[in-house]
T-cell receptor, first 115, second 114 residues
Framework: SAVISQKPSRDICQRGTSLTIQCQVD?????MFWYRQQPGQSLTLIAT?????????ESGFVIDKFPISRPNLTFSTLTVSNMSPEDSSIYLC????????????FGPGTRLTVL | AQSVTQLGSHVSVSEGALVLLRCNYS??????LFWYVQYPNQGLQLLLK??????LVKGINGFEAEFKKSETSFHLTKPSAHMSDAAEYFC????????????FGDGTTLTVKP
């Protein structure tokens, strides 16, 4: 299993600014995932971050808007850049551990409100 | 390619009644199937999973699900609902490879009435 923490837990930001969300895992993992969950909706995968390589972005998400860092096997950051109210959402960090049959573990989420 | 359909975005039951949350999937490869629960202001946590073997799988908090390949279904049940079961439930599917990414359904909100 894996225990994931995220910072901040919530934030209120002004339009046009950027916010960096941190994700810390209590064990070394290869793959880390970043999701967006808009109110009352399902999870949308933003990107997959593997240590030592560039993040892979899903359709509709671009690196300029959502730059991701993965400096080591336990940590990742997601930046939401040049924010607009449409970016208001919950951002979830997730991972899966070796041999877990693709079971995913999730952080508690970062609740972002953009004014 | 893979997809998940959860039938019913909202389900309401009385405390003590049967809980049935429906999930149908499609997958071009043998699937791994999951149910996750999300309580308010929390991340998702795994309820149960099907990988291989026994098609009836038991999870935490008295939940179970049955993999029916012929029906491409993985419905979640609990014999007797408890107030603490009120939450959002997500069904997910991934391909049976280590690199498989999961696809999540739209979620079902379970309300439990006293």
């Amino acid at each position: 299993s894996a225990v994931i923490s995220q910072k901040p837990s919530r934030d209120i930001c002004q339009r046009g600014t950027s916010l960096t969300i941190q994700c810390q895992v209590d064990s070394q993992v290869t793959m880390m995932f970043w999701y967006r969950q808009q109110p009352g909706q399902s999870l949308t995968l933003i990107a997959t971050a593997n240590q030592g390589s560039e993040a892979t972005y899903e359709s509709g998400f671009v690196i300029d808007k959502f730059p991701i860092s993965r400096p080591n096997l336990t940590f990742s950051t997601l930046t939401v850049s040049n924010m607009s109210p449409e970016d208001s959402s919950i951002y979830l960090c997730s991972t899966k551990t070796r041999g877990s049959y693709n079971e995913q573990f999730f952080g508690p989420g970062t609740r972002l409100t953009v004014l | 390619a893979q997809s998940v359909t959860q039938l019913g975005s909202h389900v309401s039951v009385s405390e003590g009644a049967l809980v049935l949350l429906r999930c149908n999937y499609s997958s071009s490869v043998p699937p791994y199937l999951f149910w996750y629960v999300q309580y308010p202001n929390q991340g998702l946590q795994l309820l149960l999973k099907y990988t291989t073997g026994a098609t009836l799988v038991k999870g935490i908090n008295g939940f179970e699900a049955e993999f029916k390949k012929s029906e491409t279904s993985f419905h979640l049940t609990k014999p007797s609902a408890h107030m603490s079961d009120a939450a959002e439930y997500f069904c997910a599917v991934s391909g049976a490879t280590n690199a498989g990414k999961s696809t999540f359904g739209d979620g079902t909100t379970l309300t439990v009435k006293p």
